[in-house]
């Protein structure tokens, strides 16, 4: 049995490697292949803010007035809030701030999805944008945020994400594991699928969407618990790319806490569950019949690495289990050994794809040197408790539920080549 679980292991283990050797070549290509030129004095395009926002009196005045202080022109820009199911005065703070707000109330069709649409279906005509930018309601956004995604748009792009830093990235461990992930995502992904050509993915917030594309699907029409990725491999599917923006930055305030953090990886494991089940046949078709690259690499964004990983867990668990049967203590240790021998494999990956991240964005991530390697050590603890996770959401009916944000202040004039933030909590209420 030990010699069939190291085969499995190392079986396993290649595999992963295999499938996701490309993501190595990307970091190979974000590094040195330069990035493509976007047009410097673009025309000036219309934009509409869109806010989904739930019990978010704390944060949303924050982000409405770092819209407010865009070095693009305000009589271009508008900002649309939508008040969903709030029980609290995130209307009346978001209004006061100056944005235009609807409040809905609908517990039954639950979700940023169906808030987004909501929204949309009831802005003034007289918006009339040529493009939406999409926010969620804890994000801060650095002062040159919409004149840089203006240029994406400006060079043909109908949808394009942009470069996505934390806010609160010294908090805990916690924090640190996903801002880390949105660094590397935005740097070792985004960026060289951008550089290549290739579609990008959106990851949640601080994105772009052409109005025509919202005439065409009439209205938001991603509805599943991540309607983030669904909204990518959709785009994949219909031939849109989705661009990439570098100097665009958004800070968004990640989840401190493990209880939020299960919670919300749970919704998202489940989601790409949704996204799998709906989307996968037709990235296979396209995969296959279109030679489509983006259909590879958004596959292998929704599926693969957590089945191998739930796969591994289940199979060394099962022999394990059969060792204290049998009342056998070496094949126990021998189980345990193979294990443990296969975790400390993706913990090497793991933790060379955080230290590579952290030193080429260092100016970009506020805290003390010490924490900034400490949380390169704990970054593939943090991504191997989305193993638990995501077996728990094969089985475990997932809804959306919101996130309580404390709210952080951006930094003015800080030094490196990206602006940073820094926590200065404000009080619950």
Not at 6 to 30: D, E, K
Not at 99 to 110: C, D, G, H, S
Not at 355 to 368: D, K, L, P, R
Request: aromatic share 14%; proline share 3%; charged share 15%.
């Amino acid at each position: 049995m030990t010699e069939f679980l190291n085969w499995f292991n190392g079986i396993l283990f290649l595999l992963f490697l295999l499938l996701y050797s490309y993501q190595f070549f990307y970091l190979f290509v974000a590094l040195v292949m330069k990035p493509k030129q976007l047009p410097e004095n673009p025309k000036k395009y219309r934009y509409c803010v869109l806010i989904a926002a739930r019990n978010e009196e704390n944060v949303i005045g924050n982000l409405i007035r770092s819209i407010r202080e865009q070095t693009y022109p305000q009589e271009l820009v508008n900002i649309c809030v939508v008040a969903d199911n709030c029980t609290d005065q995130t209307a009346k703070v978001a209004r006061e701030a100056g944005a235009y707000v609807v409040e809905r109330f609908n517990q039954t069709l639950v979700g940023k999805g169906y808030a987004l649409d909501f929204l949309l279906k009831n802005i003034p005509a007289s918006f009339a944008p040529d493009a939406y930018l999409v926010f969620d309601a804890d994000n801060t956004l650095d002062p040159h945020y919409i004149e840089e995604m203006n240029k994406v748009y400006a060079a043909g792009y109908l949808a394009s994400t942009s470069y996505r830093n934390s806010c609160n990235y010294d908090s805990n461990w916690i924090s640190a594991g996903y801002g880390l992930w949105f660094l590397r995502e935005s740097r070792y992904l985004n960026q060289a699928r951008m550089k290549l050509g290739t579609s990008c993915a959106i990851s949640g917030t601080g994105f772009m969407i052409a109005a025509s594309l919202i005439r065409r699907n009439h209205g938001w029409i991603h509805h599943l618990l991540t309607e983030d990725i669904e909204f990518s491999i959709d785009s994949v599917l219909h031939g849109v790319t989705i661009g990439y923006c570098d100097k665009a930055i958004v800070y968004d305030e990640q989840p401190v806490t493990f209880r939020q953090s299960w919670n919300q990886r749970l919704r998202w494991s489940k989601g790409f569950y949704q996204v799998f089940g709906k989307y996968g046949t037709g990235l296979v078709r396209k995969l296959f019949c279109k030679k489509s690259f983006a259909a590879y690499d958004m596959l292998m964004t929704i599926a693969p690495a957590m089945l191998i990983s739930i796969g591994s867990v289940l199979v060394n668990g099962a022999c394990l289990l059969y060792g204290v049967l049998i009342d056998s203590p070496l094949l126990v240790a021998q189980c345990a050994e193979s294990a443990m021998a296969g975790v400390f494999n993706y913990y090497l990956v793991l933790f060379f794809l955080g230290i590579v991240t952290t030193i080429t964005e260092w100016n970009s991530i506020h805290a003390q040197t010490f924490k900034k390697l400490l949380y390169c050590l704990t970054f593939p603890l943090f991504m191997f408790t989305y193993v638990p996770i995501a077996i728990a959401a094969m089985r475990k009916k997932v809804e959306w539920t919101p996130i309580v944000h404390r709210g952080y202040q951006t930094v003015p004039g800080y030094a490196g080549r990206r602006s940073v933030t820094t926590a200065t909590k404000m009080p619950l209420s």
